[in-house]
């Protein structure tokens, strides 16, 4: 699906910052406040965009360990009654089919280590030995980065999983984080609604949620398939340890218009660097570009292509 270049310009502006002001948009865009309406109705109306709250889980006592699997050769309906009970899970906050060394990769969401191994039992349990292999990997900070490849524009960025002190919830609270996240009503007077929650105590709740980053902030999620470009994943593996590697790398992140998210985390791998190119032979430039700034510190570098995203969400909590 092809994006005008307004489009393309709105955009690289918004994505990570979806609160602006028509206003706002307006004077960074030098667009008229009717292209700017139209622009984001037609693209949330084509599926390119879903407006959505960043939320971080790990001030709640969360972390996310991502996990690479493949399966063990069964029926398509075994297949897909274990890809349906992933994407119900409340512990799963993204899946997604891979190509290359691994067939899937999950994020779970959980509060100890105990939890993975837990959850790997249920699945066991469930499903028998429904997992013919398997790597996992602690994700100690993600951020997303806009997608600057659309149009040149200032880099953002939102992340999740930076340390910061613990923040309790109650149930008003989860009912608010979970609408957000999945943004189940159009409107928020329609939520205070639905959820029985005065237009007060939302105001005061989702106040205090951002003031202890909670909620880090409002964005637009994008669908690539939708967009025509392909995704991949690239696991860097590091040579030895150096202190200042993840913010060299983050800083490269930020640098590289093909790159939309950065990962750093304890595993396998050190860190992880999602891309988007239009052609798939483009992402040997992406890797050629890291070896180059970096032909010191990365000691390979494994290529994940993306076929498809099956659920993700920042807040999967039932």
Not at 127 to 132: I, M, P, R, Y
Not at 163 to 185: C, G, M, Q, Y
Not at 284 to 312: M, Q, S
Request: aromatic fraction near 10%; proline fraction near 4%; charge should be neutral.
């Amino acid at each position: 699906m092809t994006l005008f270049e307004n489009e393309k310009i709105l955009l690289a502006q918004i994505e990570l910052n979806a609160a602006m002001s028509v206003a706002e948009i307006c004077k960074a865009t030098g667009f008229r406040s009717h292209t700017v309406r139209y622009g984001i109705t037609s693209m949330e109306r084509r599926g390119i965009i879903r407006r959505a709250t960043f939320i971080d889980t790990y001030p709640l006592g969360y972390v996310t360990y991502a996990v690479l699997f493949s399966l063990s050769p069964q029926s398509k309906s075994g297949k897909q009654a274990f890809l349906d009970f992933l994407v119900a899970s409340p512990c799963v906050s993204w899946l997604a089919e891979l190509g290359g060394d691994f067939q899937y990769a999950m994020a779970i969401t959980v509060q100890t280590p105990s939890d993975v191994s837990k959850f790997l039992s249920s699945v066991a349990e469930t499903f028998g030995n429904v997992l013919s292999q398997k790597s996992v990997h602690i994700r100690m900070d993600f951020t997303q980065l806009n997608r600057r490849y659309l149009a040149d524009q200032p880099v953002s960025a939102l992340s999740f999983g930076h340390t910061t002190p613990a923040v309790s919830i109650d149930n008003i609270d989860h009912k608010i984080l979970r609408a957000l996240s999945r943004n189940e009503f159009p409107t928020e007077r329609e939520a205070q609604a639905r959820l029985e929650i005065s237009p007060s105590t939302w105001r005061n709740r989702v106040r205090r949620l951002r003031e202890r980053g909670v909620i880090v902030g409002d964005f637009y999620q994008v669908s690539a398939e939708r967009l025509g470009t392909q995704q991949f994943e690239l696991l860097v593996h590091a040579r030895g340890v150096r202190a200042n590697l993840s913010g060299r790398l983050l800083a490269f992140a930020k640098s590289h218009p093909r790159i939309v998210h950065f990962v750093e985390g304890i595993g396998e791998w050190d860190f992880e660097l999602g891309v988007e190119v239009e052609n798939a032979q483009d992402v040997v430039g992406v890797t050629e570009d890291a070896y180059e700034a970096f032909p010191d510190d990365i000691a390979a570098l494994k290529t994940l292509p993306l076929f498809g995203t099956l659920k993700y969400s920042l807040y999967p909590f039932a």
